[in-house]
C-alpha cells in the first residue's frame, strides 16, 4: 500500500505542468492525497499496535508455558524420589512421572513454537515501524510542498489575472474606450481654459470702465468726496456775501 501511495505521488510530482491543467484547483487534489496518507499513517499505527500486542502476549504465553514445564518437571522429580523412598509403587510412580515429562515436553514445545512466533511479530513490527517512520517523513515533505505548492499557484493565479487584464488593455475596444476618454478630459480641460480667460476678460473691461471714469475709488468713498466738495464750495459761498455786504457798508 505504502509503496503505490509514494509511486502515486511520484506520478503527480512528475506531471505536475498536466495536473495544473486539467484541474480547476490542484490545491485540492495535493490536500487529499496528504488526508489518504494521513490516513493510511493511523491505520498502519492502529496496524502496529495490534502486532506489537499479539508479541507481548506471545510472550506471557511462552512465560507461562516455561512455568508449565518447569511444574511438571518437578512433579515428575517428586514422583521419582516418593518411588525411591517407598511412599508409592514405583510402576506407578514411572507411569506418572513419565505422563508428568511428557506434559513438560509438551509445553516446552509449545514455549518453542510461541517464541518463533514471537520472533516473527518483532521482524514485522521492526519493518512496520520502519515503514510508518518512511510514510511520517514522506506526509511531512508533501506537506511542506504543499506549502510551496499553495504559494506557487496562488502567484500563478494572480499572475494570469494581471496578464488577461493587460491583454484586455490591449485590445482594440479597450483603446477606443480610452482615447474617448482622454479626448473628453482634453474637452473639458479647454472649456474649463476659456471660463478663466473669460473671467479675466470681465476683469479688465472692469478696469477700463473706472479709467474712463476717472476713479478707481468706491463708491462710498466717491459719495464721501462730493459731500465733502459741496461742503467747501457752501463755506466759500458764505465767506464771499460777507465780503460783499462789508463793502456796502464802508460806501
Not at 166 to 171: E, K, N, Y
Request: glycine share 2%.
Amino acid at each position: 500500500m505504502y509503496s503505490l501511495i509514494k509511486r502515486c505521488f511520484k506520478f503527480i510530482q512528475s506531471q505536475a505542468h498536466a495536473i495544473l491543467s486539467k484541474f480547476e484547483n490542484p490545491v485540492n487534489l495535493a490536500e487529499q492525497s496528504i488526508r489518504d496518507l494521513k490516513q493510511n499513517y493511523d491505520e498502519s499505527l492502529r496496524g502496529l499496535a495490534e502486532i506489537k500486542a499479539i508479541a507481548i502476549n506471545t510472550k506471557r504465553n511462552i512465560e507461562e508455558k516455561k512455568q508449565i514445564a518447569a511444574d511438571y518437571e518437578r512433579k515428575a522429580l517428586m514422583l521419582v524420589k516418593k518411588a525411591q523412598e517407598g511412599q508409592i509403587d514405583t510402576k506407578e510412580a514411572d507411569r506418572l512421572a513419565s505422563e508428568a515429562l511428557t506434559k513438560k515436553n509438551n509445553a516446552v514445545q509449545e514455549a518453542a513454537k510461541l517464541s518463533a512466533d514471537l520472533k516473527n511479530y518483532e521482524a514485522m513490527s521492526q519493518k512496520m515501524e520502519s515503514k510508518i517512520s518512511a510514510l511520517k517523513a514522506q506526509i511531512s515533505h508533501w506537506e511542506s510542498e504543499l506549502t510551496t505548492m499553495k504559494a506557487r499557484y496562488k502567484v500563478a493565479k494572480s499572475t494570469k489575472k494581471i496578464n488577461q487584464q493587460l491583454t484586455a488593455i490591449g485590445d482594440e475596444s479597450t483603446t477606443a474606450i480610452l482615447k474617448d476618454m482622454k479626448t473628453k478630459i482634453q474637452e473639458e480641460e479647454a472649456l474649463a481654459g476659456a471660463y478663466d480667460e473669460m473671467l479675466y476678460m470681465e476683469s479688465d473691461i472692469d478696469k477700463e470702465i473706472d479709467k474712463a471714469i476717472g476713479t478707481t475709488y468706491t463708491t462710498d468713498v466717491q459719495n464721501a468726496l462730493a459731500e465733502l466738495k459741496t461742503k467747501l464750495i457752501s463755506d466759500n459761498s458764505g465767506q464771499d456775501s460777507t465780503k460783499e455786504l462789508k463793502k456796502q457798508l464802508e460806501d
